[in-house]
């Protein structure tokens, strides 16, 4: 019995060294889901806001990268990325519907991946 207890501390041990920079990486990427976000003339809760997630892989282009305040359209380019296996330029995200750009949670020169929640919009 003491024999199982000390490999299932071991064990726990070696998982929880493995996963660590996983569990870093995700608290560094969804940090801002917490804290209010400043839109236009009042305060948004991320609850109000959209997420926008990212439909390519890539490493975000500074050109055309949308900045909070600026109001979009339904269907325009907000993120633009190269894509790694190719090196073309592709649309990573776009507005689902029109709104004001509440935050910008990527930033040039970043890889960001398929599934990444890049902007936070809130609708009009």
């Not at 003339?41 to 439909?55: H, M, N, Q, R, W």
């Amino acid at each position: 019995m003491r024999t199982l207890a000390v490999l299932l501390v071991m064990f726990t041990a070696a998982a929880a060294a493995v996963f660590a920079p996983f569990q870093l990486d995700w608290l560094t990427r969804h940090s801002e889901t917490l804290a209010p976000s400043r839109v236009g003339t009042g305060f948004a809760t991320p609850a109000d806001l959209l997420e926008v997630k990212s439909t390519l892989a890539g490493v975000v282009l500074e050109d055309r990268l949308v900045k909070a305040g600026d109001q979009v359209d339904d269907a325009q380019p907000l993120v633009y990325v190269r894509t790694p296996l190719t090196g073309t330029i592709g649309v990573a995200a776009r507005a689902p519907r029109d709104g004001v750009i509440g935050e910008v949670l990527v930033q040039p020169g970043q890889r960001i991946e398929r599934g990444d929640i890049v902007i936070r919009l809130q609708p009009r």
